[in-house]
């Protein structure tokens, strides 16, 4: 299992930039926003892109099923554009209310302009 979810997050974000220019960052939310591992549940993150697409996410998911293979770990990854996440009020309020950002790095950051 992953030590934290912070090396997680870095691993994706390596991930994501090897082959996706406009990867923005993204936000952790939920049980997980605490930075321990909490075993059985999933670490729920939202991904901001320039773009999403059917085919980014045909990319996406072999990405997570590695990283959750190598890390023991479960990641609930919902990828948007600024403008769909918003649109998708429940998840952007929850994530607007307790998410942390973590830039294109994977560094905990600000998050950009809402």
């Known amino acids: 299992m992953a030590n934290s979810v ?3 997050i870095v691993k994706l974000s390596i991930a994501f930039n090897r082959i996706f220019n406009d990867f923005k960052g993204m936000y952790l939310f939920g049980i997980h ?3 321990k591992m909490h075993e059985g549940e999933d670490i ?3 991904a ?3 773009i999403e697409d059917k085919s980014k996410r045909e990319q996406i998911w072999p ?3 590695k990283i ?3 890390m023991d770990v479960c990641i609930d990854l919902y990828p948007y554009t600024p403008e769909s996440f918003k649109q998708d009020e429940e998840i952007y309020s929850e994530v ?3 998410g942390i950002f973590y830039n ?3 560094e905990r950051a600000i998050p950009p302009a809402k």
């Open 48 to 50: 901001i892109f320039d």
């Open 44 to 46: 729920e993150l939202a």
């Open 63 to 65: 990405i997570i099923g």
């Open 6 to 8: 912070d090396e997680v």
């Open 33 to 35: 926003t605490d930075g």
């Open 96 to 98: 607007m209310a307790e």
């Open 104 to 106: 294109n790095k994977g």
């Open 68 to 70: 959750e293979t190598d």
